[in-house]
C-alpha cells in the first residue's frame, strides 16, 4: 500500500508542470481555498486546452457558483486552480442510496452503464487533498449550486442531505469520522473522473426535477398513499415531465435494476381510447392469475381529456386490488366526475396551475440550470451578466402575459412555462429567437384567447385590472423592461415586435357615438390560433 501511494506521488509530480512553491503561504491560511468552485483557469489556459476542456463535454445537467470568478476585487491575485492535480467533475448522483452501488457495478464509467447523473461543479485534487477539505469542497459544490439555481429557496436542500459521496472504489460517509484507506487522489486511477454525491431520501429528485423538496416529498407521499394520480391543468405546464419523472422514480425504488419496461405509457387521442382499455383489462387478468410480477410498476395514461369516459376507462379498476399497477394519468381539464373517481378508483389529483408551484418558478430555476451549462460549457465558468439578465427577464414577461390573458379571458387559457424553454443561451441569439417566439406565438396566441374571453366574458379592462376602458398593449412591457442593448440590438431589436392594437382583438377604442364598444360589436372576426390546446403536454 505504501508503494502504490510513493507511485500516485510519483506520478502527480510528473504531470505537474509548475510548482506551487510561491502560493505555500496563502494555501496554509486557507487551505480550502485551492479547491473552490469559485476560482476557474485563466484564459490562457483554456484556451491551450486541457482537463476542463476535456470534462465539460459529458455535461448533462449542471451547474456552477454563485460568484465563479476570483478577481474583480483583486486582480494582481493568483488564481490556484489546476496547477498540481486532476481537474474531475462533482456529480449528484440521481438514484436512491440502496440502488447506487448497484448501478455502478452495471458498467464502467464513460458507457454504458454509468451512473445516471446531474454534474454541478468540476474541482481539482492532488496529493496534498485531505479527505476533511474534500469533505467541504463537495458541501460547497452543492451550495454554491441550489443557490444559484433557486436563489429564493435553494430547491429546500442543504449540506445535510448529502449522505455520502464516492471517489472511484472509496466510499465517504460524511457522518462517519472513518476515512477511507488512501487519501483522495489515491483513487484517481483508470476511468475515475468524477466524484458521486448520493442524497438522502428524495432529495436527488429535487435535483433531477428542479422542483423544491418539499413539494417532491408530498407528492411521493401521496402517490404512496393511493397509487393512483391524474395531473391536471393548462397545456404547457409540464404534466407529461413530471408524471414521467415520478414513475421513473417510484419504479426504480422499487427495482433493483431500474428496468425500463418498469414504466408503461399510453397517449391517448380522440381514436386510441380503446387500446388502453384494452390493455388494462390485459393488467386485470394477469394481476388475478398472479401473474403480476411480470407487469409494469407504473402505467402512465396521457391526454386523459380525450378519453369518452373515465369512469368507463378505470372501471374494471379496484381501489383495494393492491397488485395492480400504480398509475400517474394526465390532462388539460377537468371534464369528468372527480368524486366518482376519488371514491370508487381512489384517484387524486394534483393541480400544476400556472400561479403555483411546482409550476410557477419552474421557468426560472430551468433557464438558470441551462445558463449555467452554457458558462461552464462555453465559458470556462465565467458569468454572463447580459446573459443572465435576459434569464431573470424571461419569467417576468410570463407572468406578465398570463396576468394579461387572466384578465381578459380566463386562467385556463394561460401560458405554459414550455414556450419559454428554448431560449438560447447567447446574447444575440435569445433576441432574434424571442422576437420570432413574440411575432408568430405568443402575439397570434393572445390575439385568438383575448377576441375568445371578449364573447365568452365581455371583459373591458386594461391590463392592469382598471375598468377604465383604456387598452394597454402588453408589447408596452417589452418594451419598457428589454433586456437588450439597444447599441447591439440585432433583428430590429425592440422595434421589430409586433404589437397587439384594440381592433385586432375585436374593438375599437371608440364607436362613432363616442361610446366604447361592446363585446359582439362587428369588428369581431373569427380568427384561428397557431397554438392548440390539445397538443400534447411537454
Given at each position: 500500500m505504501i508503494n502504490l501511494k510513493q507511485d500516485n506521488e510519483r506520478l502527480q509530480r510528473l504531470v505537474t508542470s509548475?510548482?506551487?512553491?510561491?502560493?505555500?503561504?496563502?494555501?496554509?491560511?486557507?487551505?480550502?481555498?485551492?479547491?473552490s468552485m469559485t476560482e476557474v483557469p485563466s484564459t490562457g489556459g483554456l484556451a491551450n486546452g486541457g482537463d476542463h476542456t476535456s470534462t465539460v463535454d459529458q455535461l448533462d445537467d449542471i451547474g456552477v457558483p454563485e460568484h465563479p470568478l476570483v478577481?474583480?476585487?483583486?486582480?494582481?491575485?493568483?488564481?490556484?486552480?489546476?496547477?498540481?492535480?486532476?481537474?474531475?467533475?462533482?456529480?449528484?448522483?440521481?438514484?436512491?442510496e440502496n440502488s447506487f452501488n448497484l448501478n455502478l457495478t452495471s458498467g464502467q464509467e464513460g458507457i454504458i452503464g454509468e451512473p445516471a447523473h446531474c454534474i454541478i461543479a468540476n474541482v481539482c485534487i492532488s496529493n496534498?487533498?485531505?479527505?476533511?477539505?474534500?469533505?467541504?469542497?463537495?458541501?460547497?459544490?452543492?451550495?454554491?449550486?441550489?443557490?444559484?439555481?433557486?436563489?429564493?429557496?435553494?430547491?429546500?436542500?442543504?449540506?445535510?442531505?448529502?449522505?455520502?459521496?464516492?471517489?472511484?472504489?472509496?466510499?465517504?460517509?460524511?457522518?462517519?469520522?472513518?476515512y477511507p484507506e488512501l487519501l483522495p487522489c489515491?483513487?484517481?486511477?483508470?476511468?475515475?473522473?468524477?466524484?458521486?454525491?448520493?442524497?438522502?431520501?428524495?432529495?436527488?429528485?429535487?435535483?433531477?426535477?428542479?422542483?423544491?423538496k418539499s413539494i417532491v416529498q408530498r407528492l411521493i407521499s401521496l402517490f404512496n398513499d393511493h397509487r393512483r394520480v391524474i395531473l391536471c391543468g393548462p397545456s404547457g405546464t409540464g404534466k407529461s415531465y413530471l408524471a414521467g419523472k415520478l414513475a421513473h422514480a417510484l419504479a426504480g425504488s422499487d427495482s433493483?435494476?431500474?428496468?425500463?419496461?418498469?414504466?408503461?405509457?399510453?397517449?391517448?387521442?380522440?381514436?386510441?381510447?380503446?387500446?388502453?382499455?384494452?390493455f388494462l383489462g390485459h393488467i386485470l387478468q394477469r394481476c388475478a392469475s398472479n401473474a403480476g410480477d411480470e407487469l409494469p410498476r407504473v402505467i402512465i395514461v396521457e391526454n386523459l381529456q380525450h378519453a369518452s369516459s373515465l369512469t368507463e376507462l378505470f372501471g374494471g379498476l379496484n381501489a383495494k386490488n393492491k397488485s395492480f399497477p400504480a398509475i400517474i394519468g394526465t390532462m388539460s381539464q377537468t371534464t369528468c366526475n372527480i368524486t366518482n373517481l376519488q371514491l370508487i378508483h381512489n384517484f387524486r389529483w394534483i393541480m400544476c396551475a400556472n400561479h403555483m408551484e411546482p409550476?410557477?418558478?419552474?421557468?426560472?430555476?430551468?433557464?438558470r440550470r441551462k445558463l449555467l451549462e452554457h458558462e461552464l460549457r462555453e465559458c470556462g465558468g465565467m458569468r454572463n451578466a447580459e446573459m443572465a439578465a435576459v434569464v431573470e427577464w424571461m419569467p417576468r414577461v410570463w407572468l406578465h402575459?398570463?396576468?394579461?390573458?387572466?384578465?381578459?379571458?380566463?386562467?385556463?387559457?394561460?401560458?405554459?412555462?414550455?414556450?419559454?424553454?428554448?431560449?438560447?443561451?447567447?446574447?444575440?441569439?435569445?433576441?432574434?429567437w424571442f422576437t420570432d417566439l413574440w411575432n408568430y406565438s405568443v402575439i397570434p396566441y393572445l390575439v385568438d384567447k383575448v377576441r375568445q374571453g371578449l364573447e365568452l366574458y365581455g371583459r373591458r379592462t386594461s391590463g392592469n385590472g382598471n375598468t377604465d376602458g383604456a387598452?394597454?398593449?402588453?408589447?408596452?412591457?417589452?418594451?419598457?423592461?428589454?433586456?437588450?442593448?439597444?447599441?447591439?440590438?440585432?433583428?430590429?431589436?425592440?422595434?421589430?415586435?409586433?404589437?397587439?392594437?384594440?381592433?385586432?382583438?375585436?374593438?375599437?377604442?371608440?364607436?362613432?357615438?363616442?361610446?366604447?364598444a361592446g363585446v359582439g360589436s362587428s369588428s369581431v372576426k373569427s380568427l384561428g390560433s397557431t397554438h392548440s390546446d390539445t397538443d400534447g403536454d411537454p
Open positions: 509548475k510548482s506551487l512553491t510561491s502560493s505555500q503561504s496563502s494555501l496554509r491560511s486557507d487551505p480550502e481555498r485551492r479547491f478577481t474583480t476585487n483583486a486582480p494582481t491575485e493568483p488564481v490556484i486552480e489546476d496547477t498540481d492535480g486532476k481537474r474531475i467533475n462533482v456529480a449528484v448522483y440521481l438514484g436512491s496534498k487533498t485531505s479527505w476533511d477539505s474534500l469533505d467541504s469542497t463537495v458541501r460547497r459544490c452543492l451550495k454554491d449550486y441550489v443557490s444559484r439555481v433557486d436563489p429564493i429557496n435553494n430547491l429546500g436542500l442543504g449540506v445535510d442531505c448529502i449522505s455520502a459521496y464516492h471517489l472511484g472504489e472509496a466510499s465517504r460517509c460524511t457522518a462517519e469520522p472513518q489515491g483513487y484517481l486511477v483508470g476511468h475515475v473522473k468524477t466524484i458521486y454525491l448520493v442524497l438522502s431520501g428524495y432529495s436527488w429528485l429535487a435535483i433531477d426535477t428542479l422542483i423544491p433493483e435494476a431500474g428496468d425500463p419496461a418498469a414504466v408503461a405509457t399510453f397517449n391517448l387521442d380522440h381514436k386510441s381510447s380503446k387500446e388502453p382499455r384494452a409550476v410557477k418558478g419552474f421557468l426560472g430555476r430551468f433557464l402575459l398570463n396576468k394579461f390573458l387572466e384578465t381578459h379571458s380566463s386562467s385556463d387559457v394561460t401560458i405554459g412555462p414550455k414556450w419559454f424553454l428554448g431560449c438560447p443561451m447567447e446574447v444575440a441569439n435569445s433576441q432574434v387598452w394597454e398593449d402588453p408589447t408596452q412591457f417589452i418594451i419598457n423592461s428589454y433586456p437588450w442593448v439597444a447599441t447591439q440590438a440585432v433583428h430590429g431589436g425592440f422595434k421589430a415586435l409586433v404589437p397587439l392594437k384594440p381592433e385586432d382583438v375585436g374593438y375599437d377604442d371608440e364607436d362613432p357615438s363616442g361610446h366604447t
